[in-house]
């Protein structure tokens, strides 16, 4: 009996102490659970913010480069703007000092009558003469412009010189003489009367013809720009202005 009930007595204090361990064992598991349940947690946290950093530096990289690229670019643009065009050239033309730009003619009939001159002789001359017009492009400025290619070049109004009678073409339409003076003298001398006088003639023309001095402007400026274009053949839109001072 007395055994009985120590054997009672040993159950009842195996199955307290396994009361007792369960809570424990219990705590254990659960914290196992947790911890495992907390690591993929984090791992999935971490996973999260590893592809937001990532994708925040692709987007701060991408806007850095573009930033560097876009300031590189306009400071690039902006020193070497022209670097893709031809500089203007203009050095030759300047060397010029006289550049004929219109040569001008015209005719002078001199008539000589019997009536006019003690020696009785008559003598009707045709006789041309021509003139040049020139301008001084060793006097020009030239404002030049590579980048929207335009150049402005001021110059000299042009200014006629080298007026001179053709004696290659002059026409004697009448001579006659009715003294019959056979003196040569008399004769040259009223030849060079008469060249005299066509010369004069001539040279009032051309200074007071106005359309020669219009044709002349508008012939410094044709010559002129295509001067400078022959010199800039690979500037085919060059822009050219040409003005008088």
């Not at 009985?4 to 040993?10: G, R």
């Not at 009842?12 to 659960?30: A, C, E, S």
């Not at 200014?159 to 003196?183: A, H, R």
Request: negative net charge; hydrophobic residues 40%; proline residues 3%.
């Amino acid at each position: 009996m007395s055994e009985l009930k120590k054997e009672l007595q040993l159950d009842t204090r195996d199955q307290n102490q396994n009361k007792t361990k369960l809570p424990w064992i219990i705590l254990i598991v659960m914290g196992i659970i947790t911890v495992i349940a907390g690591t993929g947690i984090v791992r999935t946290g971490a996973d999260a913010i590893s592809a937001s950093y990532k994708e925040a530096y692709e987007q701060q990289k991408a806007s850095v480069y573009q930033n560097f690229y876009d300031k590189y670019y306009k400071n690039a643009e902006k020193k070497y703007h022209v670097s893709n065009r031809v500089s203007i050239n203009i050095e030759d033309i300047k060397e010029v000092a006289n550049l004929e730009v219109l040569k001008v003619s015209d005719v002078e009939y001199v008539i000589e009558n019997a009536a006019d001159n003690k020696n009785g002789i008559s003598s009707w001359l045709e006789v041309p003469g021509e003139g040049i017009y020139i301008v001084n492009l060793q006097a020009a400025e030239f404002i030049v412009d590579d980048e929207r290619e335009y150049i402005r070049v001021r110059v000299p109004y042009p200014e006629l010189v080298n007026i001179s009678l053709d004696y290659m073409n002059i026409k004697p339409l009448l001579f006659q003489n009715d003294v019959l003076n056979d003196s040569y003298k008399v004769g040259e001398e009223l030849a060079k009367n008469q060249l005299n006088t066509a010369d004069i003639l001539i040279k009032k023309e051309f200074l007071s013809n106005e359309q020669y001095y219009l044709n002349a402007q508008k012939a410094a400026v044709s010559t002129i720009q295509c001067l400078i274009r022959r010199l800039n053949p690979e500037n085919p839109e060059l822009d050219i202005d040409v003005e008088f001072y």
